[in-house]
């Protein structure tokens, strides 16, 4: 997108607030003439897993058994690379918004064609055979004999909780010929192999305008208000206050969510920008099916040429364990229609990964920065870092995640990444949990929305003041759910446990971004999940939240076995796609990419550009806001739930920047910042 927009004012009051609250210019290091050490063979940190232990070693695999490993290349510049990245993000520095094509990203930083040609020579010399290969790295197969010559290692078989599992015996090692030309190794390990995402949505019971004001009585048929306390649920039990409550809220469509978030005040449509999704697989009636949803709501299809898919159905593997296409269409129709209803003038390009495995996933993140096909990215799924079964997530796939968002940021291209359903992601939570993993180690913060260089989008209730989306409130996206008894006359069990809740924390893993120091409170930044203080300062998310709670549910429409069906959606799945769109919106407002957009937010966060989300009856000290669900009678049974909002694990929403909500939520006054403000000019 061309720099065509004449900046229209630029306010003396945000220059200095940028220079006053940004963290200091960039300075580089000067050039040296000391002689470059010669470089040295090299351990890949954690390729040999924790959980191989010596104990558990049951001797070396069987010499005819093939593996399969991933090298992936460092790049000619890793250092150069991330202080441009840094660079061309910060609004305070001079590089900011210089984005470079792919081509003159892969003449700067790629992997130089010596240094792919040195790593390849290396593992075919060692017996290797070659079964994939991009710009990023090289993908080879081979027995234990020829691993051990080139990584200094065979792989070994282990005994773990009962299972057989295997890896290398010692750490990888890569030799000082090739050693600055390799990121790292990964995939000899069966866990890091194996390691998958998940989708960061639940479908709930819902329909769209059902029922009539009620009279006595919980009605026998699906029964929600048009807006929040529009109905009062009498006849339900009492629940968590003496008061009646109201049933929640009909299934919001589009046009609420634009409205409620100031996007039909600021006029913007996201023309002119492009919105890529990566999910897994994909869905034959994907443009059919969001057309007849957007004309079902009012809203305009998408124009010829608006829509385009990158999907290969003759590759897709490991369906049996990802769920399937199926099992992944509804998180894609989530997303489609999230992202075309919040920008609906924005192309949107959808990257279907052949599997929900890291490999398959971030190969699509790869492909979306290596041919620049979209100014943002959402991504609506997730996994946690450490868990009981599989150890550690794999650091090499964790730096190769990095290199790609790294490389976004350099060509102008933005990475929104869900922010979990599983609340502090704690054994506890994980118990009762709709959404959760529950291998999980420990309190933790998921990735990769955890990395410094994503946007990390949280999830929120909004309660809406009109039919017709005008904004009310929002409190952090936390549940409890009861049921109704069999006679109806209490709530079982009661109170309720933790059911579904946005994700945030403060990450063991990641030290606090540049761009935090200002606004994050040192209370959380120093403070891990499990509770124990930190020294240094430590990335903390979300960075931003919006709508996702389950019980306020989003509309969505696709096509299930043949037969077109709508229902509500929640997740923190919905939040992402939604901002994405918001910041669709933004860069038409800017005429430019936004580029890596954390810095930018957090700036205009400190000048009140966001809904500053708090859970208020915490913050008083009162009974948690709830409502209840009535999906009517399913299989001969009335189907209702009590449900409790802003009860989201030990995360809380609070006054400020917070680990549940991060800055808060958009307004108009943020996107219409973007038509004055331009920190790029």
Known sequence: MKHTRVQRARIATVAAAALALASGSLVLASPSNAAAPAPAAKAVSGSHPAWATAAADQGAASAAAEYTATVYYQGQ?????????????????????????????????????????????????????????????????????????????????????????????????????????????????????????????????????????????LPTTATCSDYWGEKTATGAPAGYTSDPVPFDQCSFVPSQLRKAYGVTASGLTGKGATVAIVDAYGLST????????????????????????????????????????????????????????????????????????????????????????????????????????????????????????????????????????????????????????????????DFPDSDPWVTSVGGTALGLASKAGKYGFETDMGNLR?????????????????????????????????????????????????????????????????????????????????????????????SSPEFAGVLADAIQAQGHAIGFANPDIYLRSTLGLFHDVVDRQAQRHEAPLSNVADFGVIGGTLRVRLVAFGQDTSLNATPGYDNATGVGSPTAALLNSYKWVDFSR
């Open 286 to 445: 994907m443009e059919q099916d969001a057309n007849t949803f957007a004309t079902a709501h009012g809203d305009k299809a998408f124009a010829p040429g608006q829509y385009t898919e990158y999907v290969t159905p003759d590759q897709w593997t490991h369906t049996a364990e990802c769920g399937g296409p199926a099992g992944w269409a509804g998180e894609e129709a989530l997303d489609v229609e999230m992202v075309h209803g919040l920008a609906p003038d924005a192309k949107v390009v959808y990257v279907g990964a052949n599997s929900c495995y890291d490999a398959d996933l971030l190969g699509s993140l790869q492909m979306i920065v290596d041919k620049h096909l979209a100014d943002v990215v959402t991504n609506s799924w997730g996994e946690i870092m450490h868990t009981t079964d599989a150890g550690d997530m794999d650091p090499t796939q964790i730096a190769a995640y990095e290199q790609v968002f790294k490389q976004g940021a350099a060509e102008g291209i933005g990475f929104n990444f869900s922010a979990g359903d599983c609340g502090d992601e704690s054994p506890e939570a994980a118990a009762t949990g709709a959404n959760c993993q529950t291998d999980t180690a420990r309190a933790q913060a």
């Open 77 to 217: 510049d890793p250092a150069g690379l991330d202080a441009y990245a840094k660079s061309v993000s910060d609004p305070n520095s001079a590089g900011y918004g210089k984005f470079l094509t792919p081509a003159q990203f892969s003449a700067r930083f790629g992997a130089t064609q010596a240094q792919q040609d040195a790593v390849k020579q290396w593992l075919t010399g060692a017996g290797l055979t070659i079964v994939g290969s991009t710009a990023h790295g090289v993908t080879v197969k081979g027995d234990n004999a020829a691993l051990q010559r080139a990584f200094g290692t065979t792989v070994h078989e282990y005994t773990v909780d009962g299972k057989t599992q295997h890896a290398p015996a010692t750490n990888v090692v890569v030799p000082a010929s090739v050693s600055n030309a390799v990121l790292g190794v990964t995939g000899l390990s069966s866990a890091t192999a194996t390691g998958k995402a998940k989708p960061q949505s639940v479908r709930v019971r819902n329909t769209v305008g059902a029922g009539v004001k009620p009279a006595d009585g």
């Open 482 to 574: 009861s049921g109704l008894s069999a006679d109806g006359k209490s709530w079982t069990p009661f109170p309720a446990p933790f059911f579904f809740g946005g994700g945030g924390g403060t990450s063991e893993d990641f030290a606090q971004p540049w761009y935090q120091s200002w606004t994050v409170p040192g209370s959380l930044s120093h403070t891990l999940m499990t509770g124990a203080k930190s020294k240094t300062a430590q990335r903390v998310t979300p960075d931003v939240a919006m709508n996702g709670d389950l019980y306020t549910s989003v509309n969505v429409g696709f096509t299930d076995g043949g037969v077109y069906s709508e229902g509500g959606y929640g997740g923190t799945s919905v």
